[in-house]
């Protein structure tokens, strides 16, 4: 939501609870659905007068990628980036196809050398300009990253599982050493 509210959007955002939404309004949302009381198309499609939405960012998918696609408005764009309600995407090319849309993907190891094709060398000026941008705005206050839970290394697999069960508010950390110390572990 903060990225979007410096880059000038209008933020609409969608979650599973009272608690969550309440996080992304804290975080600049506009608006904020819960995906669990409604179809969130409908209301999407009512604050945008009909026009349908620009970008969606989707880290959920199954039926929440699906509402989020019937909601774009023509030529816009459409980012899985994860699968937390359990269900993998599945594109109708129909809907593509009739509002020009756009899906990128996104697989950050891809430039982290976590991928056969080891681009990172190629892609370092720009993935470093980016980083260096977020970080600028995280010194000056403009983003507010939420580390929700934090568990040591130890615990890496309770800390799976809140993300896996879609409990956790913000991040999950997993911290070692003198970090976790800070924390308590």
Known sequence: MEIGKILGAKVIATASSQEKLDLVRAHGADHAINYREQDFREAVLDI???AGVNKVYDPVGGDVFMQSLRCMAPEGRIMPVGFAGGTIQQIPANLLLVKNLTVCGLN???????????VRYAY????????????????NGRIKPVAGTVYPLERFQEAMADVLGRKSLGRVAIVMDKEAKKHGF
């Open 48 to 50: 945008t007068k009909g």
């Open 108 to 118: 950050m190891g891809y430039y982290a050398g976590w991928s056969p094709n080891d």
């Open 124 to 139: 370092e000026d720009r993935y470093r300009s980016l980083m260096n941008q977020l970080f600028d705005w995280y010194v």
